[in-house]
C-alpha cells in the first residue's frame, strides 16, 4: 500500500518539494536548516514546541517555521494527523536576490483566526500540492511549482515576512552549526569554536547571535536536548544517565531545560509516554495515501479553500 509521502526535485534550481501525513506521536526535537516547515492538523490536538514557545493546534489549524528555528511536536490523543509540507529555502529567491531567510512568526493560527480567508488560502495551495504529487503525470512538476509559487505569494502578502538575513555570514555559520553537531556531548566553549573558526570570540558571538537568532550557548543547549529527549523516549536510562551523556552538566540542568521547553521534568514527560506511541528518531509512521480522513480532510479544503 502507497504511504502518504511524496517528493518533488528542481535541481537546477536546488529546491525541493516534500510532503506527508503522518500519526503525531512523542516529541522529536529538531530544526531544518535550508527547509520550511508547514504543518496543518488534520484531526485531533497536537503540542507544537517552536522556538521556545509552546502551541496547542488543534483541528485545521496551521503553523509555519522557517528554517533554523527548533520545533517538536506532540499528538495529545491517539490518531492526531497532520499533513507537513517542506520546501526549499530556495524557493523565496525570486525575492530575495541576494540570498537571506525570510520568517512567518505570525503564520499560527487559533480558534479566531483558523477559518479565516487567509489560512484557507494556504491550506488550498497546501492541498492543491498534496494532491498534483499524489496523482503524479506528465504535468504534476509543473503544477506542483505552481501552486508553490501561489503559496509563497500568499505567505508573503498575508504573514508579514521578517527581514532577510545575509547568505555569506549564514554560509560561514553553516561551518560551526557542524562543528557543534559532531561535538556537543563535550565540554564545548565559545573559544574552542573561535580556536576552530579562527574568528575573534567577539565576532564570533555577533555573528552567532545575528545569523542563528539565539546565542550560542542557547543553540549548544539545543542539540544536547535533542539528543537527550530522543534518549528519554527509547532508553531505560537513568536520568542522570542521559543528561550526562549529552552533555549536560548536571541533571539540575538537563530538568531546567525541559521545563523551559516543555514545560515539564524529563520524569514528567517519559511518564507521559505510552506504548505504541513512540517512534525512534526522525522515523515517521506515514498514512495510507488513500486513508479515508486524508481524503475527506483535502476535499474539505480544496472545496472551500477559495471561497
Known amino acids: 500500500m502507497t504511504s502518504a509521502h511524496y517528493q518533488l526535485d528542481w535541481p537546477r534550481e536546488n529546491l525541493i518539494v516534500r510532503c506527508f501525513v503522518h500519526d503525531v506521536m512523542n516529541y522529536r526535537y529538531h530544526w531544518h536548516e535550508d527547509e520550511y516547515e508547514l504543518s496543518i492538523l488534520l484531526h485531533g490536538t497536537q503540542e507544537y514546541c517552536r522556538g521556545n514557545k509552546n502551541f496547542l493546534l488543534r483541528e485545521n489549524d496551521i503553523i509555519l517555521t522557517a528554517p533554523g528555528i527548533g520545533h517538536a511536536s506532540m499528538g495529545q490523543q491517539d490518531d492526531t494527523i497532520a499533513f507537513v509540507l517542506h520546501f526549499s529555502a530556495s524557493a523565496f529567491k525570486p525575492f530575495l536576490k541576494k540570498g537571506g531567510i525570510y520568517d512567518f512568526p505570525s503564520c499560527l493560527s487559533d480558534e479566531t483566526t483558523r477559518e479565516s480567508a487567509d489560512y484557507r488560502q494556504v491550506r488550498f495551495y497546501a492541498s492543491q500540492i498534496f494532491r498534483f504529487a499524489q496523482e503524479g503525470g506528465a504535468y504534476a512538476q509543473l503544477a506542483v511549482r505552481a501552486n508553490l509559487d501561489l503559496l509563497i505569494i500568499t505567505l508573503c502578502t498575508r504573514f508579514s515576512p521578517t527581514l532577510p538575513e545575509d547568505k555569506p555570514r549564514r554560509d560561514a555559520v553553516r561551518r560551526l552549526l557542524a562543528y557543534v553537531s559532531d561535538h556537543y556531548a563535550e565540554k564545548l566553549t565559545l573559544e574552542d569554536l573561535a580556536d576552530y573558526a579562527q574568528y575573534n570570540r567577539t565576532y564570533l558571538s555577533t555573528l552567532f547571535k545575528q545569523m542563528v537568532g539565539i546565542n550560542f550557548h542557547e543553540y549548544l543547549t539545543r542539540v544536547r536536548f535533542q539528543h537527550a529527549l530522543a534518549d528519554l523516549a527509547m532508553t531505560s536510562d537513568s536520568l542522570t544517565d542521559i543528561a550526562?551523556?549529552?552533555?549536560?552538566?548536571?541533571?539540575?540542568?538537563?530538568?531546567?531545560?525541559?521545563?523551559?521547553?516543555?514545560?515539564?521534568?524529563?520524569?514528567?514527560?517519559?511518564?507521559?509516554?505510552?506504548?505504541?506511541?513512540?517512534?525512534?528518531?526522525?522515523?515517521?509512521?506515514?498514512?495510507?495515501?488513500?486513508?479515508?480522513?486524508?481524503?475527506?480532510?483535502?476535499?474539505?479544503?480544496?472545496?472551500?479553500?477559495?471561497?
Open 244 to 307: 550526562l551523556r549529552n552533555g549536560f552538566a548536571d541533571l539540575k540542568t538537563f530538568n531546567a531545560r525541559s521545563r523551559a521547553t516543555l514545560q515539564r521534568t524529563p520524569a514528567e514527560y517519559r511518564a507521559q509516554l505510552r506504548p505504541g506511541r513512540v517512534m525512534d528518531g526522525m522515523q515517521r509512521k506515514f498514512l495510507p495515501s488513500d486513508d479515508p480522513l486524508l481524503q475527506r480532510k483535502l476535499n474539505e479544503y480544496l472545496q472551500i479553500g477559495l471561497a
